[in-house]
């Protein structure tokens, strides 16, 4: 009997503000499931109410997304102020995947592809 794969936890890598337009930009990894989302979501609210332009979410390091993963993304974005959003940049391709498939594409700012390094140490 094989021995199941160890599940990749999901985090938060960094959190860096940009004054320049308000905005917290945190870098996530691992897996984003029913079950991290879980223990993830409860970290992220306060970096939202904190941050008055909304958040960037950086995904190039994100190496699974679920629907539970999207649906996190689209009740941040509603938990933004009114002049606020949230973005996905550096999205890979799995993750791509289900934010199209579930429409998210339509409804927030995504940026697709992995964020160079040089271009996320600059935001």
Known sequence: MPLPVP?????????????ADRRTVV???????????ARLEPRLLPLLEN????LVLDL?????????GADLFRR???????????VL???PRQPSRVIRLMGLDRSLHCEFGRTPPS???QN
């Open 119 to 121: 271009a996320a140490q």
């Open 27 to 37: 870098a996530l990894h691992g897996e984003l499931d029913l079950h991290t989302v």
């Open 76 to 86: 941040l974005n509603e938990h933004c102020a009114a002049d606020a959003a949230v």
């Open 60 to 68: 190039a390091a994100v190496t699974f997304c679920d629907s539970a």
């Open 89 to 91: 940049q550096g999205i």
């Open 7 to 19: 599940h990749a936890e999901a985090g938060i890598a960094s959190v860096t503000r940009r004054p």
């Open 51 to 54: 941050s008055s332009g909304g």
